[in-house]
């Protein structure tokens, strides 16, 4: 390893200035520095490939904490980070440290020189060569964008590919039908690898059976292979096999019982009956031991909770219009309190449909502006949406101000701050402060 002169801060900026003119989905740019690389996409742990619109990040997190309880290490890549970058690689259950990104990412800018190249395509290869070059027993590779054209989806033979729930979303990239979106998400299944799929729309479904055919992937789908439902305190999981029984996901919201079902459709496939003691204590911290930040995350501690008082604080990263509805049922499904909302968003979303489930379980929304975002919708636009939809809104030019203008009125309200990744991460930098 080189001695660091520079930090990984550094080297990722400059990895800015390669992005091309024009954003093209296309593998070429990752396969040129790959082989630079020495191809580490074929020198990886077993691969479990994850795409879809909703639940990647937490079905990833309880896949590592089930894999990890049966005595596995694990890597996991994902995207993108909240606080840190280093959130992005995990390297056999550890996030990368400083020394190794710094160093990988040096030896990723060298290899590509001046050619374009997109940030989010030198940085993956850079997080393969990293889990390529440190053992482990299985890898976890999340989706950023689609899933054919992404630039996770270079590994011929992954051991297993996972496609949670599809809805519309990142239409200007991936088309504007659930169909055409299916298509890009389907995209990730390899001849001959088991594909475990979550209930989708039929839409979606019959996209996802057509290109299972044509390369010739097994499905496991819910519904029809296996299904998972709530059933008094537990949650119940059904395959061929037979039933089992555990207990409620640790990651509050009923949409994370069908993550699970797909979790636990996958490890029994992945252990097998041979290693029922490792499967059932796979089975359990899947359930139990998952962690996964910004995804209706009860903050406790920090600068924002002391800001808060006596108020509840809840962060939530979910960004869509089935993100939306999603969390409006979690709402529903906590004791009865005034909710407030604080939300800042991105000008690639569809804002109205992700608030108008969430206008019937609370009280107001103060939006705001998304700190360092160049692609953040005003905050007064947000609000104007947020009154198209029959919500009380108003703004406020930060995350601070906003929770002092609810906690003024209601000093024991639930305040939820949601509407991007991006300003989850900001609020996780800044409440650690």
Known sequence: MRPMTQTSDVILERMMALHPKVIDLTLDRVWRLLAAMDHPENRLPPVIHIAGTNGKGSTQAMFRAGLEAAGDTVHAYTSPHLARFHERIRLAGELITEAALTDVLDRCYVANGPDPITYFEITTVAGLVAMAETPADWTLLEVGLGGRLDATNVVAKPALTVITPIDLDHQQFLGDTLAAIATEKAGIMKPGVPCVVARQKPEALDVIDAVAERVGAPLMVQGRDWDVWSERDGVTFQDETGLVMLPQPVLPGAHQVQNAGMVLAGLRHLLGPEHSDSLEAAEQAAMVKAEWPARMQRLTEGHYVDLAGTAELWLDGGHNP???????????????KPTHLICGMLNTKDIRGYLKPLAAVSESLIAVSIPGEVNTIPAAQTADMAQDVGMVSNTADSVDNAIKA???????ARILICGSLYLAGNVLRNNEK
């Open 322 to 336: 089935a993100a939306g509805e999603a969390l409006a049922a979690t709402l529903k499904s906590l004791p009865d």
């Open 406 to 412: 609810i906690i003024s009125d209601t000093p024991n």
